[in-house]
């Protein structure tokens, strides 16, 4: 439960986050605290800001006491960007010296949500083809059945895994590869949670595990930092964010979100939301993503169904004239969605950017595994 807004234009940095912290035991009972602290300074000497969102610990340490331990050391830097890279490497050497504990319960809070989502697949599959069988008055073959649905659900997570790509590993020239401890947990894991797999689906499992870990997919339990502020020889402030899981491989597993330089002759003013969107997303634009989505399924839903009663009144002597008019009808319903997703709902962006004083800001679409 987090909302937290970034605002720079030539003078002057903004940051603000909520206080809200859920604290969660197993997936049943919740508590929600209100006076956790996200916004912290970086630096003693330096106008440069954090904020963090999602995981709050990092290795098993607090990260306000992270932060607090970095920024004792009062260091100067150049620039915002150095003191990013400088903040990431305190974090993976942070990480490397962690006990072997700490290391493991890394690799569980990534797999075992991996797991579950294999399970309820498969669950799901053979529920599926059970149903469908019945329906069909068709013998089933429970075992058969249920090892084809897990060749099929793996396939399709597989494919998945493969689209994400390799991750970003900071400081890492190429991507790594899992250390023995890593390696030893996964296969425990997968062991403990299909025992009753074929060995055979049990390594596919692992193998997906391991290209998982190393995949540009972040877990549910990542953290997000947003750095922003004035380094030494910057006259102009500048913003960077990142999101990251820990170290794996012997490297921090993380993914850069976001950059703002305010220029002379660029980018003049940002705005950008963090964590929780839409609350700033509405207040800016009038509407957020998840509106969007609902108003695109409406129209979907909607504008074919008015064209076939229009088409139904309309009688035509010649067939073909009838089929060149459903067609065009068809065109024009897709050229009104597409014209809805890329331009309706940018416009308020988009003139505000072209604003002699704009606050413009960006929006990431990721693709989950789910």
Known sequence: MT?????????????????AVTISSGNSHEKVFDSADKLFELSCEQP??????NGMQFSGIPLQDLIKEFRAQRMLFDSVDAAANKFLEFLTDTGRSAPKSEKVSLIQSIVYPFFALINDRVR??????????????????????????????LLAIERAVNHRGKGTFFGAKKTPTL????????????????????????????????KLLISSELSATKTGVVIAGLGKKERFPTLVSFEFDGVVAGKLKMEWTEKCDIERGGEKAFVKPFAQKEMVERFLYGLDEDIQRKVLAYCKQT??????????????????????????ARVAENAFLNNLQT????????LIKLDPQPHGCEFDHGHKIA
């Not at 440069?48 to 969102?53: P, T």
């Not at 401890?181 to 193998?207: C, G, H, M």
């Not at 331009?343 to 988009?350: C, H, I, P």
């Open 48 to 53: 440069i800001g954090i904020m963090i969102y």
């Open 303 to 328: 504008i074919g169904s008015i064209s076939d009663q229009i088409l139904s009144q309309i009688v035509l002597p010649n067939v073909n004239d009838s089929e060149v008019l459903t067609k065009k």
């Open 124 to 153: 799901n599959t053979v529920l599926k083809a059970i149903n469908s069988n019945v329906q069909e008055g068709k013998e089933t073959d429970i075992q058969k059945l249920e090892q084809d649905s897990i060749q099929k659900v």
């Open 3 to 19: 909302a937290e807004i970034a605002i720079l234009n030539k003078s002057a940095v903004a940051l603000a986050t909520d206080s």
């Open 343 to 350: 331009e309706a709902f940018n416009l308020g962006s988009r």
């Open 179 to 210: 250390i023995n401890i890593e390696k030893e947990e996964v296969i425990n894991a997968v062991t403990k949670q299909f025992p009753d797999y074929l060995d055979s689906t049990q390594l596919q499992i692992v193998d997906l595990s391991t």
